[in-house]
């Protein structure tokens, strides 16, 4: 089945510093890539998803970066701020519904 | 839109006893995840419905869990006889149908002591 590996596990930045997570996956049928963002004691909050046919997407101070090729997801945070400072998880899906989540990356980032 | 809604956001159970968890899926959405979270095996998939009909339930343990979604407005994930192995988040996500967005409830934090 689909593996997932997230690095790095534990990320601490400065205030308008970047911070970059990636994730490789192995399923190269993998069709659906998203991240989360998970507060103490809260849900999984969706960041942003994208589909296969898309390498790279921005929102808001966030940039996705899809290599189909390497297998490779990652997230960059640009100006983080304090109220970044939370778990990450990616999450992939190559059967249209059951997501495979990375480990997760806690990110700090000090004011 | 509320989102996703999950109850009760705690629930703690003595050993052996039976704990019932519910999800309100949001409105309109076909599809509705259970998941499960703990630190040590992190975010496992459980169940799956879609327009109500179990689909696919490959990540539930078989013996003292069952899912079901009577209506299209709530699911239940129900645990028998619960051990403490059980302790974890519990997770409810629901969703358009496949490859587009997924959205989670704040899960239910299941306590068996």
């Known amino acids: 089945g689909e593996q997932v590996e997230q690095r790095p596990p534990h990320l601490s930045v400065r205030e308008g510093d970047s911070a970059i997570i990636i994730c490789t996956y192995t399923?190269?049928?993998?069709?659906?890539f998203s991240w989360y963002k998970q507060e103490a004691g809260a849900g999984l909050q969706l960041l942003m998803s994208?589909?296969?046919?898309?390498d790279r997407k921005e929102e808001q101070g966030l940039t996705v970066l899809l290599n189909k090729k390497d297998k490779r997801l990652s997230l960059n945070l640009t100006a983080a701020h304090p109220g970044d400072s939370a778990v990450y998880f990616c999450a992939v899906s190559n059967m249209g519904y059951k997501l495979t989540f990375g480990t997760g990356t806690s990110l700090l980032v000090d004011p | 839109n509320a989102g996703v809604i999950q109850t009760p956001r705690h629930k703690v159970t003595g050993k052996g006893q039976e704990a019932t968890l519910w999800c309100e899926p949001i409105s309109g959405h076909s599809a509705v995840f259970w998941y499960r979270q703990t630190i040590v095996q992190g975010l496992e998939f459980l169940t799956y419905?879609?327009?109500?009909?179990?689909?696919?339930d490959s990540g539930m343990p078989k013996e003292r869990f069952s899912a079901q979604m009577p209506n299209q407005s709530h699911s239940t994930l129900k645990i028998q006889s619960t051990q403490p192995q059980d302790s974890a988040v519990y997770l409810c996500a629901s969703s358009f149908p496949v490859n587009t967005e997924v959205f989670f409830g704040k899960g239910t934090r299941l306590t068996v002591v």
């Open positions: 419905f879609r327009n109500q009909a179990p689909i696919d």
């Open positions: 994208v589909l296969s046919n898309v």
């Open positions: 399923d190269s049928a993998t069709a659906y």
